[in-house]
């Protein structure tokens, strides 16, 4: 297997990024201006993986200063706020063709070093209760469910705190 190159995103990804996150989130995941949106805002929030120079995989988020991800606005970067102390992402994508070769996992490590760098408190996410394991091997803690609506799934809240490592 060829070397998985993980950097951040440029404008030339959008197309990529979108249909990775249609194939990995149906009509559940954002569409493409809000990936767009993403990308122009906080380019700095947003990883993808490249094999082959050619993206297979992303992680993208925002930040704020709140600590409650409840509100689905933020998704849309409304109250994003680069010098936010915490992190939030938004989604971890990749292709159905390249999971289970470790590419999420090098994502999330070069996502909480970059967090990191930015001088964040906090990363915070939501996921689907299956999932909570699979974010417990990088640290994060379950808040428990969240109040948070999508669909009829129940979501909950885990952190990552970053200020004990500094």
């Not at 999330?108 to 417990?136: Q, V, W």
Request: net charge positive; with cysteine.
């Amino acid at each position: 297997m060829s070397e998985i190159l993980i950097r951040q995103v440029t404008t030339g990804d959008l197309d990529r990024c979108f249909a990775l996150e249609s194939a990995c989130y149906g009509p559940e995941g954002a569409t493409r201006v809000k990936i767009k949106k993403r990308i122009e805002l906080y380019p700095r929030g947003f990883l993808v993986a490249e094999k082959n120079r050619q993206v297979v995989g992303f992680v993208n988020s925002g930040s704020t200063h709140k600590e409650d991800i409840s509100d689905e606005a933020l998704k849309d970067m409304i109250g994003h706020d680069p010098t936010g102390d915490n992190i939030v992402i938004f989604s971890l994508a990749v292709s159905p063709q390249f999971q289970n070769r470790g590419i999420s996992k090098k994502l999330m490590h070069g996502f909480i070093d970059t967090s990191r760098a930015l001088n964040k408190d906090c990363i915070l996410l939501l996921c689907k209760s299956e999932l909570i394991p699979y974010y417990r091997q990088y640290g994060f803690i379950d808040r428990g469910q969240s109040k948070f609506k999508h669909g009829s799934l129940q979501w909950h809240e885990m952190y990552l705190s970053l200020t004990d490592h500094r």
